[in-house]
């Protein structure tokens, strides 16, 4: 089946640190990729949608200034956490689709700040 | 109102049962549904896709419902190793490819 590849898989790093989470599409291209955000027993929360080539579309209240998302191919997407805080501890998990087909999801990522 | 609803559970049932769990979605124009399966901090993982004619995978069968807006999964004969988060998932097609997640409706099999 379709292989999405996130890393890394868990991150520690002190208050004001930029971190950056890979998501690859390790055996079809992606036309499109999604990052959710899962806090601790809450569904996924989509954060935004990217599709290759073009500027990503965030969702309502999150902000795309801190979350900065690249999608410079059709197998890579990045997300960079901006200047981390503790409240942006969680659990971030990237998808991947290749046209109407369903998503797969990567392993996660949990990102603790402390 | 939400765009899929799912019953959050929990679901205690003892093995060899069989469970069914359904989700409603709001926007008539949905094309696209699909059931996954999320282990406790783990990602989602794709159980099933939904098709309008039902499918079956085994002891799992899916069913859509377009004139009532609901899906629903069908367990048959649940093992231990069914215990999970099932996560009902809808995209509809005129949003492009926004997808919607029900919160999950939680399963625990009991020996």
């Known amino acids: 089946g379709a292989v999405v590849s996130q890393h890394p898989s868990w991150v520690i790093c002190k208050s004001g640190t930029s971190v950056k989470i890979e998501c690859r599409s390790l055996?079809?291209?992606?036309?499109?990729m999604f990052w959710y955000r899962q806090f601790p027993k809450q569904s996924l929360m989509l954060m935004a949608t990217?599709?290759?080539?073009?500027?990503?579309?965030?969702e309502q209240g999150v902000e795309k200034d801190k979350f900065l998302i690249n999608h410079a191919s059709l197998t890579l997407s990045t997300l960079t956490v901006t200047s981390a805080h503790p409240e942006d501890s969680s659990f971030y998990i990237c998808?991947?689709?290749?046209?109407?087909?369903?998503?797969?999801f990567g392993d996660g990522t949990r990102l603790s700040i402390l | 109102r939400k765009e899929v609803e799912q019953d959050p559970g929990p679901f205690n049932v003892p093995e060899g049962a069989t469970v069914a769990f359904n989700c409603t979605y709001s926007?008539?124009?949905?094309?696209?549904f699909f059931w996954y399966r999320q282990d406790c901090r783990k990602e989602p993982k794709l159980l099933m896709s939904v098709y309008s004619s039902g499918n079956e995978d085994g002891r799992f069968t899916a069913q859509l419902n377009r004139a009532s807006q609901y899906i629903s999964l069908l367990i048959r004969d649940s093992k231990l190793s069914d215990s999970a988060t099932y996560l009902c998932?809808?995209?509809?097609?005129?949003?492009?490819?926004?997808?919607?997640f029900g919160t999950g409706t939680s399963l625990t099999v009991i020996p």
């Open positions: 998808s991947a689709r290749r046209g109407y087909q369903p998503q797969h």
């Open positions: 990217s599709n290759e080539g073009s500027k990503a579309t965030y």
């Open positions: 926007n008539s124009a949905s094309q696209s």
């Open positions: 055996d079809f291209q992606a036309t499109t």
């Open positions: 998932v809808v995209n509809p097609r005129d949003t492009g490819n926004q997808f919607y």
